[in-house]
């Protein structure tokens, strides 16, 4: 069970399930719920070892925090993105765990997808270059909304999800192209998901500036 008296601009942490009572005579008091599984993607799963020792058992003051709650809860409805938000739980999270904290993205902007959920994607797409990996599966993968996922991906890669995943298999097929050469180009093509040479074939100029079998004669034998 949690108590406490809140006083203009203290702050505090709350654990998940929580029960508890508390009083703010007079003050609006603003509530920001952050997830659990984003606070273990930025500061690993021993997070709550790093918590500051006064968070739990009493409320205490950041001028820095209090400042960016403060300054949404004077906007006006409708006026807050998504990236406020989440800069203001960061803001909070990493002052709560006594971490600096560097704005990464300005308000509009989308914050990068963390290394370690990148690099969650990344073996996802590298373990499935014969399909199409879908923005979704993706999305899942790094315990992220489609939505959000799209944008976050692109701010920490600058290429849209479909866009990486094309990349890694045209890189994936110039390798092919150089290691089997006895192996078919549509061999090669199928192996990263396309049963079309000609689309291949278009895609994988885009990326090069030679067709497949340029590309395979200009190797060192």
């Not at 690099?119 to 959000?148: C, W």
């Not at 995943?165 to 199928?190: C, D, P, R, T, W």
Request: glycine share 6%; net charge neutral; hydrophobic share 40%.
């Amino acid at each position: 069970m949690i108590e406490a008296e809140i006083a203009p601009g203290d702050i505090g942490l709350v654990p998940p399930n929580s029960k508890g009572a508390g009083e703010w005579p007079e003050i609006s008091v603003i509530t920001l719920g952050i997830a659990i599984e984003s606070v273990s993607e930025s500061f690993g799963d021993d997070w709550p070892q790093k918590l500051k020792r006064e968070t739990f058992s009493k409320v205490f003051r950041d001028p820095l925090v209090e400042s960016t709650l403060m300054s949404v809860g004077h906007s006006q409805a409708g006026d807050i993105s998504d990236a406020t938000l989440f800069h203001a739980a960061h803001m909070v999270t990493h002052q709560l765990l006594d971490q600096p904290f560097e704005p990464v993205a300005k308000s509009g902007e989308a914050f990068p997808l963390s290394g370690a959920s990148l690099n969650r994607v990344k073996q996802l797409l590298a373990k499935n270059l014969d399909r199409h990996v879908t923005v979704e599966e993706m999305a899942a993968t790094a315990g992220i909304s489609r939505h959000h996922f799209s944008r976050r991906f692109k701010a920490a890669t600058g290429q849209s999800p479909h866009q990486f995943a094309i990349h890694g298999k045209l890189e994936h097929a110039a390798h092919l192209l150089a290691e089997e050469e006895n192996a078919s180009v549509l061999s090669i093509a199928q192996k990263v998901g396309y049963c079309n040479p000609a689309q291949f074939a278009k895609l994988f100029r885009r990326q090069f500036g030679l067709s497949p079998r340029s590309w395979r004669s200009r190797m060192p034998k």
